[in-house]
C-alpha cells in the first residue's frame, strides 16, 4: 500500500473522530416532562413577578388617593364643590355644576336683604315662610326668611332650576325693572319661559306656573372665604 493511500485513511479517520466529539458535545434535546416542568417554572415566575408588580403599584398609588379633588364628571355625579367667594361682591354672582345641575351663589347687599322681610314683598310671594308647598324645599338650617345659613344672610346658595318645567330662570337682582312689576320688584330671578318669578331668596311669587320655591341645596361655610356645596354643616 502506497503511503499516499495510508495518509488519506488517516485524514478520514481523524475527522470522523472529531465530527463525533462535535457531536456528543451538544446539548441533548429535552424530554417532554422536562419542557412541562420548564414551562411551569416560567409561568410561576411569570405570576410572582406580576403580584410583586401590583402590590408595587397599590402602594406607588396610594398616597395620591388622598389628595385626588373630584373630576367634572365626579363633581356632576354628586361629589361636593368648594366655591371661593372671597372676592365675591354684593350683587354679583358665581356659577357652579352640581349633581349636573346649575347653582348660584350670590352675595345681596344691606337694601336688598331687609328688602326680603318686608311685608310688601311677602304678600306677593307663594310661600313666603316656606311651610307650605314648599316646605321640602331647603334644609332645616335654612328655613329661614333669608333661606341661608344663619350668621350668613348676605350670602345666597341656590339650585338654579325653575320648579316649574326645570328652565333655568334669569338673574334680575335690579330693583324697580318696569319689565317686571316696576317698584313692586324688588330684585330676583325671572324664567323667560313661562313667566315665573321668584325673589332673592328664591321663594316664588304668588299666581305663577312655577308651585314652589325654588331649592336650596345642603352646604356649608368651611371658612369665611369658602363654601362646599353638597355636605351639610356638622352638627
Given at each position: 500500500?502506497?503511503?499516499?493511500?495510508?495518509?488519506?485513511?488517516?485524514r478520514r479517520f481523524?475527522?470522523?473522530?472529531?465530527?463525533?466529539?462535535?457531536?456528543?458535545?451538544?446539548?441533548?434535546k429535552?424530554?417532554?416532562?422536562?419542557?412541562t416542568?420548564?414551562?411551569k417554572?416560567?409561568?410561576?415566575?411569570?405570576?410572582?413577578?406580576?403580584?410583586?408588580?401590583?402590590?408595587?403599584?397599590?402602594?406607588?398609588?396610594w398616597?395620591?388617593?388622598?389628595?385626588?379633588?373630584p373630576?367634572?364628571r365626579a363633581?356632576?355625579a354628586g361629589?361636593?364643590?368648594d366655591?371661593?367667594?372671597s372676592k365675591?361682591e354684593?350683587?354679583?354672582?358665581?356659577?357652579v355644576?352640581?349633581?349636573?345641575?346649575?347653582?348660584?351663589?350670590f352675595?345681596?347687599g344691606?337694601e336688598?336683604n331687609a328688602a326680603?322681610?318686608?311685608?310688601e314683598?311677602e304678600a306677593?310671594?307663594?310661600?313666603?315662610?316656606?311651610?307650605?308647598n314648599?316646605?321640602?324645599q331647603?334644609?332645616?338650617y335654612?328655613?329661614?326668611?333669608?333661606?341661608t345659613?344663619e350668621?350668613n344672610?348676605?350670602v345666597?346658595v341656590?339650585?338654579?332650576?325653575?320648579?316649574?318645567?326645570g328652565?333655568?330662570p334669569t338673574?334680575r337682582?335690579e330693583?324697580?325693572?318696569?319689565?317686571?312689576?316696576?317698584e313692586?320688584?324688588?330684585?330676583?330671578f325671572y324664567?323667560?319661559?313661562?313667566?315665573?318669578?321668584?325673589d332673592?331668596a328664591?321663594?316664588v311669587?304668588?299666581?305663577v306656573?312655577?308651585?314652589?320655591?325654588?331649592?336650596?341645596p345642603?352646604?356649608?361655610?368651611?371658612?369665611?372665604?369658602?363654601?362646599?356645596?353638597?355636605?351639610?354643616?356638622?352638627?
Amino acid at each position: 500500500m502506497s503511503e499516499q493511500t495510508i495518509d488519506l485513511k488517516k485524514r478520514r479517520f481523524l475527522t470522523q473522530a472529531k465530527l463525533e466529539v462535535q457531536f456528543k458535545s451538544l446539548p441533548s434535546k429535552p424530554s417532554t416532562s422536562e419542557q412541562t416542568i420548564d414551562l411551569k417554572k416560567r409561568r410561576f415566575l411569570t405570576q410572582a413577578t406580576s403580584v410583586v408588580g401590583a402590590v408595587g403599584v397599590g402602594f406607588v398609588a396610594w398616597p395620591f388617593v388622598s389628595t385626588w379633588k373630584p373630576s367634572a364628571r365626579a363633581k356632576a355625579a354628586g361629589a361636593p364643590v368648594d366655591v371661593d367667594i372671597s372676592k365675591l361682591e354684593a350683587g354679583q354672582m358665581v356659577r357652579v355644576l352640581w349633581r349636573k345641575k346649575p347653582v348660584w351663589i350670590f352675595r345681596r347687599g344691606a337694601e336688598a336683604n331687609a328688602a326680603l322681610s318686608s311685608p310688601e314683598l311677602e304678600a306677593l310671594l307663594a310661600d313666603p315662610n316656606g311651610t307650605g308647598n314648599s316646605k321640602s324645599q331647603q334644609p332645616t338650617y335654612a328655613n329661614n326668611t333669608h333661606r341661608t345659613i344663619e350668621g350668613n344672610e348676605e350670602v345666597a346658595v341656590i339650585v338654579g332650576v325653575c320648579t316649574h318645567l326645570g328652565c333655568s330662570p334669569t338673574y334680575r337682582p335690579e330693583p324697580g325693572a318696569a319689565d317686571l312689576g316696576g317698584e313692586e320688584w324688588k330684585g330676583g330671578f325671572y324664567c323667560p319661559c313661562h313667566g315665573s318669578k321668584f325673589d332673592l331668596a328664591g321663594r316664588v311669587y304668588a299666581g305663577v306656573p312655577a308651585p314652589t320655591n325654588l331649592v336650596i341645596p345642603p352646604y356649608h361655610f368651611v371658612s369665611d372665604a369658602l363654601i362646599r356645596i353638597g355636605v351639610d354643616p356638622a352638627a
